[in-house]
T-cell receptor, first 112, second 114 residues
Framework: GESVGLHLPTLSVQEGDNSIINCAYS??????FIWYKQESGKGPQFIID?????DKRQGQRVTVLLNKTVKHLSLQIAATQPGDSAVYFC???????????FGTGTRLQVTL | NAGVTQTPKFRVLKTGQSMTLLCAQD?????MYWYRQDPGMGLRLIHY???????AKGEVPDGYNVSRLKKQNFLLGLESAAPSQTSVYFC?????????????FGQGTRLTVV
């Protein structure tokens, strides 16, 4: 079936460096791709999304890149801070199915 | 701004007991969702609703029922709890199709079935 998955379960980054979290997807019919951040004991929090007809979108300190040729998207966090430590999920949204499908998550650890 | 509120936050059930989890949102969102989150498995969709009075099954609906009698509320019921339903449950809501996809999540309900 369709799936959204992540390449690495844990990513360790030094404070101030840039972080890149990768995600592979298989559903070519997805309309949107979304990144969520989940801190310990809390619900997922929306970070940024990108429509399937775009290849890049920027937010505050974050950039999402979408490569439909290889069905890959990434989340780049600039100047990573300790507060960025969390589990990051990619998800895809298909309008016809009206639902989000989540990957298993990548834990980002920021070291001082 | 309350956003999405889930009650209760914690609950311990005995096998065979029933319970209802309540989700309330104050953002006038059309869509509401119930997910469960287990270690190493991400979030899996249980049931969802695209509007008041409508519900649909997600990928793991067995053992659960839902109701959306009011637009702002989405209830998740367990008729006969099983240890396999021990999990963290998240409710989410979002705008209708075409108006954005950002889903807003509640803080979660940690359920243990013994």
């Amino acid at each position: 079936g369709e799936s959204v998955g992540l390449h690495l379960p844990t990513l360790s980054v030094q404070e101030g460096d840039n972080s890149i979290i990768n995600c592979a997807y298989s559903n070519s019919a997805s309309d949107y791709f979304i990144w969520y951040k989940q801190e310990s004991g809390k619900g997922p929090q929306f970070i940024i999304d990108i429509r399937s007809n775009m290849d890049k979108r920027q937010g505050q300190r974050v950039t999402v890149l979408l490569n439909k040729t290889v069905k890959h998207l990434s989340l780049q966090i600039a100047a990573t801070q300790p507060g960025d430590s969390a589990v990051y999920f990619c998800a895809d949204y298909t309008g016809t199915a009206s639902k989000l499908t989540f990957g298993t998550g990548t834990r980002l650890q920021v070291t001082l | 701004n309350a956003g999405v509120t889930q009650t209760p936050k914690f609950r311990v059930l005995k096998t065979g007991q029933s319970m209802t989890l309540l989700c309330a949102q104050d953002m006038n969102h059309e869509y509401m969702y119930w997910y469960r989150q287990d270690p190493g498995m991400g979030l899996r969709l249980i049931h969802y609703s695209v509007g008041e009075g409508t519900t649909a099954k997600g990928e793991v609906p067995d053992g659960y029922n839902v109701s959306r009698l009011k637009k702002q509320n989405f209830l998740l019921g367990l008729e006969s709890a099983a240890p396999s339903q021990t999990s963290v449950y998240f409710c989410a809501s979002s705008y209708s199709r075409g108006r954005g996809t950002a889903a807003f999540f509640g803080q979660g309900t940690r359920l243990t079935v013994v």
